[in-house]
């Protein structure tokens, strides 16, 4: 029963993500995205990490794909603007390097699950929250106020780029 509900779970993160860079309407993509973010939550509930499983759901689900929405509304490109042809132009070849990793994967994948070969268990503690902050905090401490730098510029040039009349 685990395997199907992964093998669902993960081909649905696949399939949603795939959709999330192919889509032409931005708040399609945004839904798909928030799709696959759920897809994911459920992998780590999966992994019997169920700290790890409610953030993915909070923060990704709930705060960033808040803020790619509001950052859609806030822009609120016309049909024909330039700067959506441009993405458009791309879709394939997102699309491609989205899937290219996948098939070896699968590849590996199938045979493995119907020979009924099944991973190790995961280490004592994984997921919980002592271990998400251990890491968060030690290892990942730089990265991790990296991308909150990230988020913040890309939050102010969204904001640039909606004042400015085209």
Partial sequence: METILFIVL???????????????????????????????????ALLHAPFVAVIQILVYAGAILVLVVFVIMLLNLPA????????????????????????????????????????????????????????????YLYPFEIVSLLLLVAMVAAVVLAKRRI
């Fill in 10 to 44: 993960a081909a649905t993160a696949v399939v949603s993500a795939a959709l999330a860079i192919s889509l032409r309407r931005a708040l399609s993509c945004a839904l798909a995205l928030g799709v696959s973010f759920v897809a994911v939550s459920g992998l780590f």
């Fill in 80 to 139: 024909g603007d330039p700067r959506l042809e441009r993405v458009t132009r791309l879709r394939a070849a997102l699309s491609a390097a989205v899937v290219a990793p996948i098939v070896p994967l699968v590849l590996v994948a199938v045979p493995a699950a119907a020979r009924g070969a099944s991973a190790e268990a995961p280490p004592e503690g994984f997921g919980g929250i002592g271990a998400v902050a251990r890491s968060l905090f030690t290892d």
